[in-house]
């Protein structure tokens, strides 16, 4: 159980490309997700937390027009990256805490990595 | 803001021999702890974890122990293995007022062990 899905698993794209990535809860409704972003060697650093059906929740440095997030179902939230340049080149991992079980548990999807040329 | 400092950063340890990775937070309200496993290019995978409730947690060869009042929050792993080889990253979370909690994860410990 708990298992969570990101699509694609990685991507190439142009620089000043916009790229959608997918983050799926396979088997349990995910109330909140969690957008992580990782660059090499380095440690996951959390760019926003989105509840389903609302806004996303921005931690500060993220830009909000830059990074778009839909939360618009309990399976599903996709991670938009606009206009993207070289220095958006990382490793994106989302993950998902469920509308049951424990409040601080998050499962983690098995990341995108995103190469912009 | 809320910081999680984590040493060291690269450790070696010969197989078998035992490995302790330590941890310390900033933010007093902070009160679960999970300590995760990645390998390259995969997805973090939760070890163990600990509540502020308890000051010691062990599950076969992991143990973690953590410290209140100092804020320190130590993974320490026996007879490691070469599969243990891996970067560790602990994290620090707390409920935030929008009712979820907040992972503010630490620099992360490359674990190599030595056959």
């Known amino acids: 159980g708990a298992v969570v899905s990101q699509h694609p698993s990685w991507v190439i794209c142009k620089s000043g490309t916009s790229v959608k990535i997918e983050c799926r809860s396979l088997d349990f409704q995910a109330t909140t997700m969690f957008w992580y972003r990782q660059f090499p060697k380095q440690s996951l650093m959390l760019m926003a937390t989105?509840?389903?059906?609302?806004?996303?929740?921005?931690e500060q440095g993220v830009e909000k027009d830059k990074f778009l997030i839909n939360h618009a179902s309990l399976t599903l939230s996709t991670l938009t990256v606009t206009s993207a340049h070289p220095e958006d080149s990382s490793f994106y991992i989302c993950?998902?805490?469920?509308?049951?079980?424990?409040?601080?548990?998050?499962?983690f999807g098995p990341g995108t990595r995103l190469t912009v040329t | 803001g809320e910081n999680v400092e984590q040493h060291p950063s690269t450790l070696s340890v010969q197989e078998g021999d035992s490995a302790v990775i330590k941890c310390t937070y900033s933010d007093s309200a902070s009160n679960y702890f999970p300590w995760y496993k990645q390998e390259l290019g995969k997805r973090p995978q939760l070890i163990i974890d600990i509540r502020s409730n308890v000051g010691e947690k062990k599950d076969q060869r992991i143990a973690v122990t953590l410290n209140k009042t100092a804020k320190h929050f130590s993974l320490h792993i026996t007879e490691t293995q070469p599969e243990d080889s891996a970067v560790y990253f602990c994290?620090?979370?707390?409920?935030?007022?929008?009712?979820?909690?907040?992972?503010?994860f630490g620099t992360g410990t490359r674990l190599k062990v030595l056959a």
């Open positions: 993950s998902a805490r469920g509308s049951t079980g424990l409040l601080y548990e998050q499962y």
């Open positions: 989105s509840n389903e059906g609302s806004k996303a929740t921005y």
């Open positions: 994290a620090a979370s707390k409920l935030t007022t929008s009712g979820t909690y907040k992972y503010i």
